[in-house]
């Protein structure tokens, strides 16, 4: 049998009871999983998961800006046919 380290650290409760929950789902312990992600960190030379961010791009912005507007009735709300749409899409 292989040895193994024990690696001690501190979480808050809350954090740990979600965690477990979440583990729970796929029959994993905490444990199990934080030795998953150390394994993955190894495959992959570093943090196995992107920390930056989600920005959406200047267009999205737009679009979300103007959707918003929309909304708030700042601006009247335009009804297109699916036809028109298309076409507009296409150029």
């Known amino acids: ?5 024990s690696l001690y650290i501190r979480v808050d409760p809350a954090v740990k009871a979600n965690a477990e929950e979440i583990y729970s789902k796929y029959g994993m312990t905490v444990s199990q999983a934080i030795n998953v992600f150390l394994h993955q960190s190894i495959n992959v030379g570093g943090l196995p998961f992107d920390l ?3 920005i959406p791009n200047e267009t ?3 679009a979300m800006k103007e ?3 929309m909304i708030d009735g700042c601006i009247p709300k335009e009804t297109m046919s699916v036809d028109d749409f298309i076409k507009e899409m296409g150029s």
């Open 67 to 69: 959707a918003e507007d």
């Open 52 to 54: 930056r961010p989600s």
């Open 60 to 62: 999205t912005q737009a």
């Open 1 to 5: 049998m292989a040895k193994s380290e």
